[in-house]
């Protein structure tokens, strides 16, 4: 199963959506100004992401996956 790193996962997201503020712990929200769609993110940096997972974020989010 094909996977993504985490930190490539959220480089993207922060370039294409805003950074809701108040994230505790290892998740990040994130909303798109274009549809004010949101997503919470997991942030752990030792695991990779499967592609599936990465597939529902930028469905939940309404963007496209570009890479």
Known sequence: MPTYKTRRVLRDLESKCEVVPNNNGSHQKFRNPMTGQTAIVPAHFG???????????????????DY
């Open 47 to 65: 695991q990779d992401m499967p592609q599936y997972f990465v597939k529902n974020i930028y469905r939940q989010l309404g963007s496209k996956l």
